[in-house]
T-cell receptor, first 117, second 116 residues
């Protein structure tokens, strides 16, 4: 089973509007962390936001917020007031406490966001 | 404070040659991760190293791939006898230590390997 599922291969949004990128996850570990990364066309991976499984409040970082619904196992990324520079691939990732000694990140397949002028 | 550095940024090899990818972690970071991103896919974990130790290589292909993180110098991901299927972006990430779930991994810019 997929640990991280991003069901939207591509999304379009009008400049200045808000957009939600979906992410669902699968884990039996009570302790885990959820991350979102942005990958522009230049290829680097840019950390956006983090949500811990025990955090009571949804994480926010500037125009980024994470809509964390623990019971539904979803961690959607909301980008408010989209800008042309937000056009990029967005990856959801998870780290589980039980992922062994590595504590490596498990990534979804990504969503390509295009912001239209 | 320089971020994670990877070189080369782009590497072209012919089938059968060797590829060496280098990663210098952020200053003060002693934990290094290597991930591979095949075209149109997300990143997949390959190996986790600390200085002079391979801690977890469960994501590494069994043959032709090896990694090291010596006491001095960068971490090296080595691919012997490359094949076309090795063409991918290889990312290195570093972290200061094995902290909790919120410990962020800082990614390098990646090395794009093309096998002709």
């Amino acid at each position: 089973a997929q640990k991280i599922t991003q069901t939207q291969p591509g999304m379009f949004v009008q400049e200045k509007e808000a957009v939600t990128l979906d992410c669902t996850y699968d884990t039996s570990d009570p302790s885990y962390g959820l991350f979102w990364y942005k990958q522009p066309s230049s290829g680097e991976m840019i950390f956006l936001i983090y949500q811990g499984s025990y955090d009571q409040q949804n994480a926010t970082e500037g125009r980024y917020s994470l809509n964390f619904q623990k019971a539904r196992k979803s961690a959607n990324l909301v980008i408010s007031a989209s800008q042309l520079g937000d056009s990029a691939m967005y990856f959801c990732a998870m780290r589980e406490a039980s992922s062994g000694s590595a504590r490596q990140l498990t990534f979804g397949s990504g969503t390509q966001l295009t912001v239209l002028p | 404070n320089a971020g994670v550095m990877q070189n080369p940024r782009h590497l072209v090899r012919r089938r059968g040659q060797e590829a060496r990818l280098r990663c210098s972690p952020m200053k003060g970071h002693s934990h290094v991760y290597w991930y591979r991103q095949l075209p149109e896919e997300g990143l997949k974990f390959m190996v986790y190293l600390q200085k002079e130790n391979i801690i977890d290589e469960s994501g590494m292909p069994k043959e032709r791939f090896s990694a090291e993180f010596p006491k001095e110098g960068p971490s090296i991901l080595r691919i012997q006898q490359v094949v076309r299927g090795d063409s991918a972006a290889y990312f290195c990430a570093s972290s200061p230590g094995l902290a909790g779930e919120g410990s962020e991994q800082f990614f390098g810019p990646g090395t794009r390997l093309t096998v002709l």
